[in-house]
C-alpha cells in the first residue's frame, strides 16, 4: 500500500510516499532497487527512509515534474507488483491527466 502526502505545501515543496509491503511478500528489496533506479533518471530530488523491513518513506521534493515523476515511480511500484498495489490519496492534490481541474500548485509552485 502507498499513500500520498504533502508534507510541505509552501515552497519548496516536498511529498511523501508511505509504503508498507504486504507480509504476504517476504523480499522487499524491490522497494529500494526501484527507488535506486528512479533516482538515477528523473530530475526530482527524492529519498528513501526505511523504518523497517516492510515500511518505507520516500520523499520527493520540488521540481517542475515533481507530480508526473512520483506518478512514474508509483507505475513503476505498480508494475512490479503485477498491478496489486493499493494507493491512497492522503493529502496530494495531484489529480492526474485529463480531470479537466488545473492546479497551478501542483505545477509551479
Known amino acids: 500500500m502507498i499513500i500520498k502526502e504533502v508534507v510541505n505545501f509552501s515552497a519548496p515543496k516536498k511529498c511523501l510516499l508511505h509504503i508498507r509491503v504486504s507480509d504476504a511478500i517476504s523480499d522487499t528489496r524491490f522497494i529500494e532497487t ?3 533506479a528512479f533516482q538515477e533518471n528523473v530530475s526530482v530530488p527524492s529519498k528513501i527512509n526505511k523504518i523497517n523491513e516492510k515500511e518505507f518513506d520516500i520523499e520527493i521534493g520540488t521540481d517542475f515534474r515533481r507530480c508526473s515523476d512520483c506518478t512514474k515511480l508509483i507505475g513503476k511500484y505498480r ?10 490519496k492522503g493529502s496530494c492534490t495531484y489529480e492526474g491527466p485529463g480531470n ?7 505545477y509551479f509552485e
Open 34 to 36: 526501484i527507488h535506486k
Open 79 to 88: 508494475e512490479y507488483l503485477y498491478n496489486n498495489l493499493i494507493e491512497k
Open 100 to 106: 479537466g481541474n488545473f492546479c497551478c500548485e501542483d
